[in-house]
């Protein structure tokens, strides 16, 4: 893990961070079980952790993250100029909660609901792939 994404990490609250890792691993356990995602680039993005398929250029940048000014939910992010969080509130609507059109966002008390996130991230992660097939 690159040190500034380390120390984004560590900045967390500890009730917080193994949400955050929780999430991070959710990340890589997709990308690496999904077709044409490829190694995937770990930085920061708008001071958050960003997980990007530089290498391929098959998906969006995926971000994560905690805000103090929300302190009861972590979020995962995608750029607005996606259809990806439409696409989310169509399959998702009475399972994920959503904000704008960028961001999932979970509550820190329950547990992440991994199915759902698990085909999200999986969609984000192959975005130009699919986008360019349709």
Request: net charge positive.
């Amino acid at each position: 893990m690159e040190k500034a994404v380390q120390q984004k990490f560590n900045s967390y609250p500890n009730h917080i961070k193994p949400k955050i890792e929780n999430l991070r691993d959710l990340i890589y356990e997709v990308a690496k079980a999904t077709e044409g995602v490829g190694k995937l680039e770990e930085t920061l993005k708008w001071g958050e952790p960003a997980y990007l398929t530089s290498k391929t250029k098959s998906g969006t940048t995926i971000r994560i993250g905690w805000k103090p000014k929300n302190p009861n939910q972590i979020g995962l992010y995608v750029s607005c100029n996606t259809t990806l969080i439409n696409t989310f509130r169509t399959m998702f609507a009475g399972d994920l909660k959503f904000e704008g059109n960028r961001a999932i966002v979970f509550p820190v008390h329950k547990p992440l609901p991994r199915k759902q996130l698990m085909i999200c991230i999986q969609m984000a992660l192959r975005y130009h792939l699919d986008k360019n097939t349709e």
